[in-house]
Nanobody, 124 residues
Framework: QVQLVESGGGLVQAGGSLRLSCAASGRTFSNYAMGWFRQAPRKEREFISW????????YYADSVKGRFTISRDNAKNVVYLQMNSLKPEDTAIYYC?????????????????WGQGTQVTVSS
C-alpha cells in the first residue's frame, strides 16, 4: 500500500503561483511513477502531468505545458507540482496518484493509489 497526502492548495489570483506537494508513505516511493490529475466541478477528471520513478522523464498535458512543472524528491518521498501563471480555468481539486512501473500513463484508471485531493481556486 502507498498512502498519498496532497497539500499546498488554496486561493490565488489569476497570474499567481502555487506549489502543490504530495507526500507518500508505505511502500518504496521510488518504485512508482507519479501523476497529477485535476477535476473541476461538473467536468471529468483530467490528466495534468507525469513523472518517472527516477524523475528523469516528465510529461505534461497541453493545457498546462509551459506553466506547470512536476518534480520529485525520492529522499523525502514527495512529488511537487509548481503551478505558475495560473488561470481561472485551472480551478479544480488536484490529485496525485502513484503507479508501479516506468511507463508513461495518462489514464487515471490505470493508477494504483490516489490521494484525497487539494482544492485550488484561481480568481479572475
Amino acid at each position: 500500500q502507498v498512502q498519498l497526502v496532497e497539500s499546498g492548495g488554496g486561493l490565488v489570483q489569476a497570474g499567481g503561483s502555487l506549489r502543490l506537494s504530495c507526500a507518500a508513505s508505505g511502500r518504496t516511493f521510488s518504485n512508482y511513477a507519479m501523476g497529477w490529475f485535476r477535476q473541476a466541478p461538473r467536468k471529468e477528471r483530467e490528466f495534468i502531468s507525469w513523472i518517472s520513478w527516477g524523475g528523469g522523464s516528465t510529461y505534461y498535458a497541453d493545457s498546462v505545458k509551459g506553466r506547470f512543472t512536476i518534480s520529485r524528491d525520492n529522499a523525502k518521498n514527495v512529488v511537487y507540482l509548481q503551478m505558475n501563471s495560473l488561470k481561472p480555468e485551472d480551478t479544480a481539486i488536484y490529485y496525485c496518484a502513484a503507479r508501479g512501473g516506468s511507463s508513461l500513463i495518462t489514464d487515471g484508471v490505470l493508477y494504483d493509489y490516489w490521494g484525497q485531493g487539494t482544492q485550488v481556486t484561481v480568481s479572475s
